[in-house]
């Protein structure tokens, strides 16, 4: 990537951000219940997945037709939903699998080995495969999507990733760096959106938070077909991404548990639990505690991030690594809700 892309897109970003704030295109709108954790300013902005999506658009190349597709079809899916247009969660979720049906399909994506007989013996059947795969996109897109109501936490939590590839890809000659331009894009792209992000002026969105996850979840399993020949643990992919997966998985289960409308938004997901009782506690002053809450959930990932990238072949570790930031995860939320819960 040269300078001249570098200007490039930090100019498409500010053209949309200030074009946006003047028209008021997605501006003091009305925020979904998992996002209102976000309006610590009066009127954040969401552009994240119009800025995307037009660096997408003009800076991938041709070869990835089907990919840049589908992310202009994802983000129109969230944008619906940011304009309140398509309200349902129901009808969003049913498009969203029509379209990852589709794009899974035609472009031949499979996660094929989880390094266990028995279970790749299952996946070899198309239909399981294509369900699985299916299946592990959407977690990751809603999942990620419930992190956007804090201030540069999804934006943060993805640019982790993308620099732990950075430094697989870099420091391992035998690794096939597959669509390196654009991720180099996409980390350049999140870089200058992080910026605002963090102070509370611009959101994803959940056209945004779909079109990342989308392509993140996309990016990686290309990367370990690519790299099939060298010895690089599918379970890099689910250690990195384990954090807004389970985030979702979690909320489901709770729902269930609870007897709850599984497609109803609320404030009970463990970055808002966080924020609470942070506030709860007054540790921090109102006007920091939305990017502060972001900072130490980001923080606490970080390790993860690390070992994973240090381990990338290492299955064992990995898993292991999932298991306990599985079991942290729930000694932290319940914790968390059994105080506020004290304190209400």
């Known amino acids: 990537m040269n300078i001249i892309s570098l200007f490039l897109i930090l100019t498409i970003f500010l053209f949309t951000y200030y074009l946006l704030k003047k028209i008021n295109f997605l ?67 049913v498009i969203q699998l029509i379209i990852l049906f589709v794009f899974v399909l035609f472009s031949d994506l499979k996660i094929d080995n989880l390094e266990n007989d028995y279970l790749n013996n299952i996946l070899k ?15 990751l897109i809603n999942g990620s999507n ?18 732990s590839i950075f430094y ?29 992000n963090i102070f509370g002026k611009v959101y994803l969105g959940d056209g945004g938070s779909y079109l990342i996850a989308t392509f993140i979840g996309f990016y990686l399993i290309e990367f370990i077909l690519s790299n099939s020949y060298t010895h690089i643990s599918p379970y890099y992919i689910a250690s990195i991404l384990w954090y807004p997966a389970f985030e979702n998985l979690f909320s489901l289960s709770r729902r269930i548990s609870k007897k709850k409308n599984v497609s109803s938004p609320d404030n009970e997901h463990l970055h808002q639990m966080i924020f609470l009782f942070i506030k709860s506690k007054s540790l921090i002053n109102g006007k920091y505690l939305n990017t502060v809450s972001s900072f ?3 923080v606490a990932n970080l390790p993860t991030v690390i070992f994973s990238t240090k381990m990338y072949f290492n299955s064992q570790i990995l898993v292991s690594i999932i298991i306990t930031n599985m079991f942290f995860y729930l000694l932290i939320y319940f914790f968390i809700s059994k105080n506020l819960k004290i304190r209400k």
């Not at 079809?73 to 939903?81: D, E, P, Q």
């Not at 956007?148 to 990733?161: A, E, R």
């Open 27 to 93: 501006d003091e709108i009305k925020y979904s219940t998992h996002k209102k954790f976000g309006e610590t300013n009066k009127s954040p902005i969401i552009i994240g997945g119009i800025f995307l999506t037009i660096v997408v658009l003009f800076f991938f190349s041709n070869n990835l037709i089907n990919l840049k597709i589908v992310l202009l079809l994802i983000f129109l899916l969230g944008l619906l939903s940011d304009k309140n247009i398509l309200p349902s969660p129901k009808i969003r979720i």
């Open 125 to 139: 059947n198309n239909s399981v495969n294509l369900f699985f795969t299916i299946f592990c996109f959407a977690v």
């Open 146 to 163: 419930f992190l956007d109501g804090l201030n540069g936490l999804l934006s943060g939590y993805y640019l982790m990733i993308i620099l």
């Open 168 to 196: 697989i890809c870099y420091n391992n000659n035998d690794i096939i760096f597959v669509h390196k331009d654009e991720l180099k894009i996409i980390f350049v792209s999140l870089l200058f959106f992080y910026f605002f």
């Open 296 to 298: 130490i959930i980001l």
